[in-house]
């Protein structure tokens, strides 16, 4: 059982290159989001999907764009990258209940030059 | 604005010891909390949860305390174990687990 799995592991960018990272969880999960962890920071949410065919904006959105493609998959695109989007992006899904806890993929760590 | 704290960015403890993460939160509307662990290069990993109507959860050797009149939660880890050293972050959300609010994280080292 994979759970959230998240590709690629690893990618380093040139300034205004564009770039989309790829979520998929197998656990039939309803909701789905993505995060940013800095050096020194907590998760910051960017942005989340409730459920298949709807998206929203969280703490950090500027400068992403997400599509939920369909219940398994949730995708991250940065259309113009900057060096401060440099950080590690880490997806996440959760099941119908409310208070049922998020399961993380392992992250893909991001470098943009 | 930051709305979940975690001031200790490190903790030691000795192996067997009691382990103590500390939190602090502003939004007096969050009604829920959770712990994550999480190793390096790998993702957070659920631990345990509160319920605002709850003062203490319990789950092994993890105990989560809420109070919320002053707005703190605390993890206790008893007895502290090698592979309990990890980052630990707290989270805060309200009307469910979904927007959560993450906390800085504190780094637990347990010491043989």
């Known amino acids: 059982n994979a759970g959230v799995t998240q590709t690629p592991k690893f990618q380093v960018l040139k300034t205004g290159q564009s770039m989309t990272l790829q979520c998929a969880q197998d656990?039939?999960?309803?909701?789905m989001y993505w995060y940013r962890q800095d050096p020194g920071m907590g998760l910051r949410l960017i942005y989340y999907?409730?459920?298949?065919?709807?998206?929203d904006k969280g703490e950090v959105p500027n400068g992403y764009n997400v599509s939920r493609l369909n219940k398994r998959e949730f995708s991250l695109r940065l259309e113009s990258a900057a060096p401060s989007q440099t950080s590690v992006y880490f997806c996440?899904?959760?099941?119908?209940?409310?208070?049922?806890?998020?399961?993380f993929g392992d992250g893909t760590r991001l470098s943009i030059l | 604005d930051q709305q979940v704290k975690q001031n200790s960015p490190s903790l030691s403890v000795q192996e067997g010891r009691i382990s103590i993460l500390n939190c602090d939160y502003t939004?007096?509307?969050?009604?829920?909390f959770l712990w994550y662990k999480k190793y390096p290069a790998e993702g957070p990993t659920f631990l345990i949860s509160?319920?605002?109507?709850?003062d203490k959860n319990e789950d092994g050797r993890f105990t989560v305390f809420l109070n919320k009149s002053a707005k703190h939660l605390s993890l206790h880890i008893v007895p502290s174990q090698p592979g309990d050293s990890a980052v630990y972050f707290c989270?805060?959300?309200?009307?469910?687990?979904?927007?959560?609010?993450f906390g800085q994280g504190t780094r637990l080292t347990i010491n043989p």
């Open positions: 996440a899904s959760s099941g119908r209940d409310t208070n049922q806890p998020q399961h």
């Open positions: 989270a805060a959300s309200h009307q469910g687990a979904q927007k959560l609010v």
């Open positions: 939004n007096s509307m969050f009604d829920y």
């Open positions: 509160i319920s605002s109507i709850k």
């Open positions: 999907s409730a459920s298949e065919g709807t998206t």
């Open positions: 656990m039939n999960h309803n909701s």
